[in-house]
């Protein structure tokens, strides 16, 4: 089992940046791909960022939707345990609750992919 808690969201004015954190217990995230989705009112649950397994084939590969490629940037900090999505120059379409989640091998933009799933955090963009 692995336990996933997200945190650093909050209000933020366009243009601006914030940096999610995605704390893992249970097991170590090296041996999951871990990812990033996010979901805004009355709207689907969308892929943002994956990386790869750390013991997984084209380990640490990182792969972002078009939507946030260059703006967002995911990283894992395998002795803390933790992953990070850093979004800057972020805008009013950014704003949904954040989730983290971790799976098998390789990073994918599929949600059925993904075996645990943290609780979400907030991030709200003022134009």
């Known amino acids: 089992q692995v336990q996933l808690v997200e945190s650093g969201g909050g209000l933020v004015q366009a243009g601006g940046s914030l940096r999610l954190s995605c704390a893992a217990s249970g097991r170590t995230i090296s041996s999951y791909a871990m990812g990033w989705f996010r979901q805004a009112p009355g709207k689907e649950r969308e892929f943002i960022a994956a990386?790869?397994?750390?013991?997984?084939?084209?380990?640490?590969?990182?792969y972002y939707a078009d939507s946030v490629k260059g703006r967002f940037t995911l990283s894992r900090d395998n002795a803390k345990n933790t992953v990070y999505l850093q979004m800057n120059s972020l805008n009013a379409e950014d704003t949904a609750v954040y989730y983290c989640?971790?799976?098998?091998?390789?990073?994918?933009?599929?949600?059925?992919?993904?075996?645990?799933w943290g609780q979400g955090t907030q991030v709200t963009v003022s134009s």
């Open positions: 990386i790869n397994a750390a013991i997984s084939w084209r380990a640490g590969n990182e």
């Open positions: 989640a971790a799976g098998r091998g390789v990073g994918s933009r599929d949600l059925a992919a993904y075996d645990y």
